[in-house]
């Protein structure tokens, strides 16, 4: 199924797009004020999902373009805030890790229910991490976060999920803000980019690094520095897609 979701996805690159801006929805319902949640795209039923969060812990809300709903769904995981989810597309399902506690559950989501999974072997628990899904190998990539987002230390590790286990992959070098960072996939480059956060001791950091499925790699000197607001600092609980 993977092979054949690549190439489509590829060919979306080469559609030439016009002008983008933002432009605000108004909508009949919505989730409310929200902070500290997350989202991700289900492919299987065209919507954005969004979990979590305060004051509204635990509820799940799926917006198609034009409205959201409250999922309502039979099972859902207990309430958290700075947690991370990506979409599997291959699967079919968003795949919930961690928050605040911190907590170390895996869940992952079908489109209407959420279901607990409890594979063999898991990461520590942790709040303020970042994943994203690497289409080419087929697995989620989670990385860094912190056990106590008041104490050093953070967390520097990888690891990925395949849909029954987490593996730790063990990386020559890591990115050296792991907190609050943020990640995404680029699928025409099968690569993993990565840019801000904080080690909980100062300023966010503004280096970008890539991650290839064996190693991370500081791009910054390539690249240039990433987007800031003030020259020199980077950017703290940002989302790329």
């Known amino acids: 199924m993977r092979v054949a979701i690549l190439p489509l996805l590829l060919s979306l690159l080469t559609t030439a797009l016009a002008a983008q ?13 929200v902070r500290d949640a997350s989202m991700a795209f289900h492919n299987a039923s065209g919507n954005c999902v969004l979990f979590g969060g305060w004051p509204a812990l635990n509820a799940t809300w799926l917006y198609d373009g034009s409205n959201w709903t409250n999922a309502a769904s039979a099972t859902s995981p207990p309430g958290r805030r700075d947690f991370a989810m990506a979409s599997d597309i291959a699967r079919g399902v968003i795949v919930l890790f961690g928050g605040s506690g ?22 520590p628990a942790r709040l303020g ?19 106590n987002p008041n104490l050093p230390p953070v967390f520097m590790d990888t690891w990925e999920w395949n849909g029954t286990t987490w593996t730790q992959v063990v990386t ?10 943020c990640m995404c996939y ?11 956060g904080t080690s909980l001791f100062g300023a966010p950091d503004q280096k970008t690094w890539e991650y290839d499925g064996s190693n991370w790699v500081d791009r910054t000197v390539s690249v240039g520095p990433a987007p800031s607001a003030i020259p020199g600092l980077g950017v703290q609980n940002a989302k790329m897609v």
Do not use: K
């Not at 933002?22 to 409310?32: A, C, H, Y």
């Not at 907590?103 to 898991?122: I, K, M, Q, R, Y």
């Not at 991490?129 to 056990?147: E, I, N, S």
């Not at 020559?172 to 960072?181: C, I, K, L, R």
């Open 21 to 33: 801006s933002w432009s605000q929805v108004t909508t009949i319902n919505n989730p409310g004020q």
């Open 102 to 123: 911190p907590l170390g559950d895996t869940w992952e989501f079908d489109g209407s229910n959420w279901s607990n999974v409890t594979p063999a072997s898991s990461p």
């Open 129 to 147: 991490h970042v994943m994203a899904y690497d289409v080419a190998r087929g697995v989620t990539v989670l990385f860094g976060g912190t056990g």
């Open 172 to 181: 020559v070098s890591a990115p050296n803000e792991p907190t609050f960072s």
């Open 186 to 196: 680029d699928i025409a480059r099968a690569v993993c980019v990565l840019t801000g």
